[in-house]
Antibody, heavy 121, light 108 residues
Framework: EVELLESGGGLVQPGGSLRLSCAAS????????MSWVRQAAGRGLEWVTS????????SYADSVKGRFTISRDNSKNTLYLQMSTLRAEDTAVYYC??????????????WGQGTLVTVSS | EIVLTQSPGTLSLSPGERATLSCRAS???????LAWYQQKPGQAPRLLIY???SRATGIPDRFSGSGSGTDFTLTISRLEPEDFAVYYC?????????FGQGTKVEIK
């Protein structure tokens, strides 16, 4: 059974940094691209960033480019999102999601339960 | 960036009725790479349909998708109590991947 478990969310001040993690199990992690998708309270879904199975290719939404960095450790079956220069508008639940192919495909067949990031002073 | 517009915003129906949800794209979605997700309160989204018309693993056949180009439809043939939720369409034909704003299917 595919499982994705996010952690690392919390309260951070504007301009601060935070690192999210997503522990994966139940599938061959290194052969699946992975993504982060966020959802502000009461709002819709917004794709944030994706990484290929090998980690050699990444893609970012314009809203986070230059501030967020996606990475993965295939030996630990873990996905990361390093967030810096955080803004109030980054406040959201952050979901990690599996892409069914090794390259970045953009379709999300399994999702974690999410971790809440709140940017506020 | 492809903008997806879903309609209606809210659909009020009774169990057993048919639900028809629309998703319109601002430009053609490449290869029909259009997905539908269901989200219930406090839960993560769940993939229902991909490639405009293919059901994901474990999805009941009362859910069906259709469409191509810029116009897509999700149909729930007979609503079950567990189907009342918010539904999102998403295109993955061109980056950035984008979602519609959602259609809420509520109990009438």
């Amino acid at each position: 059974e595919v499982e994705l478990l996010e952690s690392g969310g919390g309260l951070v001040q504007p301009g601060g940094s935070l690192r999210l993690s997503c522990a994966a199990s139940g599938f061959t992690f290194s052969t699946s691209a992975m993504s982060w998708v966020r959802q502000a309270a009461g709002r819709g879904l917004e794709w944030v960033t994706s990484i290929s199975g090998s980690g050699g290719s990444t893609s970012y939404a314009d809203s986070v480019k230059g501030r967020f960095t996606i990475s993965r450790d295939n030996s630990k079956n873990t996905l990361y999102l390093q967030m810096s220069t955080l803004r109030a508008e980054d406040t959201a639940v952050y979901y990690c999601a599996r892409d069914p192919r090794e390259y970045i495909y953009g379709r999300f067949d399994y999702w974690g339960q999410g971790t809440l990031v709140t940017v506020s002073s | 960036e492809i903008v997806l517009t879903q309609s209606p915003g809210t659909l009020s129906l009774s169990p057993g009725e048919r639900a028809t949800l629309s998703c319109r794209a601002s430009q053609s979605v490449s290869n029909g790479y259009l997905a539908w997700y269901q989200q219930k309160p406090g839960q993560a989204p769940r993939l229902l349909i991909y490639g405009a018309s293919s059901r994901a693993t474990g999805i009941p056949d009362r859910f069906s998708g259709s469409g191509s180009g810029t116009d897509f439809t999700l149909t729930i043939s007979r609503l079950e109590p567990e189907d009342f939720a918010v539904y999102y369409c998403q295109q993955y034909g061109s980056s950035p991947w984008t979602f519609g704003q959602g259609t809420k299917v509520e109990i009438k």
